[in-house]
């Protein structure tokens, strides 16, 4: 979409969240460091000064895309799973079962965007990757949250581990973000995500 201005001198006036979607999605394709403003501001249909004046840098547009993102289907179905289903492990099987759908989906760029986008950034934007690190520990924090209160519901045993299950999940599912990226279909993935599920403590196959 193209700035529309309502007169010379005056602001121009444009689609937050519709630039934003554009960024996201080539932010997602090529990365962080990969993606430059040029690129951006020809994608969302602006000019620069209209980039700095309204997201403040590359950086504050990136995440504001990462949040963006989280609210799509294709970011924000853990979120979901994990609110929707009644027990932990029909949480985690629809999470990774989805998974194998959405990461090679060619509707959009394959692969997750926050476990991709910071893949070989520059010294000076480690703060990215930091940025990136932090999202994705956090995430982890509310797997295992879930898993502890699974065990304390007599779901999982007493004996299980739930911060390795926790790490052993999100590593999963990680890993068929990169195969996805990669270039693997959803047939493979199924298959990883059946395979993880079967060391579900408790539950035989």
Sequence with gaps: MSETGRGRGRPRAFDRDAVVERATRLFWEHGYEATSVGELTEAMG?????LYATFGDKKSLFMEAVAAYGRTPAGGFMSRALEEE??????FSRMLREAAEIYPDPA?????????AAANVTVQDAD???Y???VREKGLKVFVERLQAAQ????LPRDSDPHALAA????VLRGMSERARDGA???ELRSVAELALTVWPGRRS
């Design 128 to 130: 990215i990757a930091a």
């Design 86 to 91: 009644p027990t932990a492990y029909e949480a």
């Design 46 to 50: 602006i000019r620069p000064g209209s």
């Design 168 to 171: 052993y999940l999100a590593a």
């Design 185 to 187: 279909g959803a047939t």
């Design 132 to 134: 990136l690190r932090d």
């Design 108 to 116: 959009h760029p394959a692969g997750c965007l926050v476990m991709c």
């Design 152 to 155: 304390n519901d007599g779901e």
